[in-house]
């Protein structure tokens, strides 16, 4: 069984200064990975994925994730938090035709 | 514009009274979902629907039934609510189930309040 885990419940962060969001994953085969975001009462909104080819991808509004599959991670990075990116974000793995999420962690960017 | 749609948006019940969440799509999408989101435990899949008249349980599927009779809705039943239920639920859809690596479009949520 595939599984997820965001090992940090909230991450505070200074605007301005470069943020890291942790995930690692266990999955059985190739691991198809994502990141979503969710602003306060509103729906999750795709982030980025990882399918294959270079460990570093790029997404939406400036983040960026890094695959390490030694490390089984796929943590969201981005180099100059804004205080608009303060959400709460969700690590997930696709497997067969399931998504399994981790239980999120929630980014506060102060000014 | 392309969306995903749940009615309704807020609900409180009470235990045992039979209640439908709504879900439609827009976009012609082949794969559908619901998820309940509790805190601490992220969103867990409750069914799926590959296609018309193709659903399949996810990891959290009892007390729920669901159904998918037109491509553009997937409606979530719940026929005996119980307080265990208490949830926010979100359904999403995604391009053909083919690829496993699509991204899922999300609705707004409906949060549910069992009494």
């Known amino acids: 069984a595939q599984s997820v885990a965001q090992p940090e419940d909230q991450v505070n962060v200074a605007e301005g200064n470069p943020l890291t969001v942790k995930c690692t994953y266990s999955v059985s085969g190739n691991p198809y990975l994502f990141w979503y975001v969710q602003y306060p009462n509103r729906g999750l909104q795709f982030l980025l994925k990882y399918i294959t080819g270079d460990n570093l991808v790029k997404g939406s509004y400036g983040f960026e994730a890094e695959f390490n599959k030694s490390q089984t991670s796929f943590h969201l990075k981005k180099p100059s938090a804004l205080v608009s990116d303060s959400a709460l974000y969700f690590c997930?793995?696709?497997?067969?035709?399931?998504?399994?999420f981790g239980g999120g962690t929630r980014l506060m960017v102060k000014p | 514009e392309a969306q995903v749609t749940q009615n309704p948006r807020y609900l409180i019940t009470v235990t045992g009274k039979k209640l439908t969440v709504t879900c439609s799509q827009n976009m012609n999408h082949e794969y559908m979902s619901w998820y309940r989101q509790d805190p601490g435990l992220g969103l867990r899949q409750i069914y799926y629907?590959?296609?018309?008249?193709?659903?399949d349980k996810g990891d959290v599927p009892e007390g729920y039934k669901v159904s998918r009779k037109e491509k553009r809705n997937f409606p979530l039943i719940l026929e005996s609510p119980s307080p265990n239920q208490t949830s926010l639920y979100f359904c999403?859809?995604?391009?053909?189930?083919?690829?496993?690596?699509?991204?899922?479009?999300f609705g707004p949520g409906t949060r549910l309040t069992v009494l």
């Open positions: 999403a859809s995604s391009w053909t189930s083919v690829s496993p690596y699509n991204e899922q479009f």
């Open positions: 629907s590959m296609n018309v008249e193709v659903t």
């Open positions: 997930a793995v696709n497997y067969g035709n399931m998504l399994t």
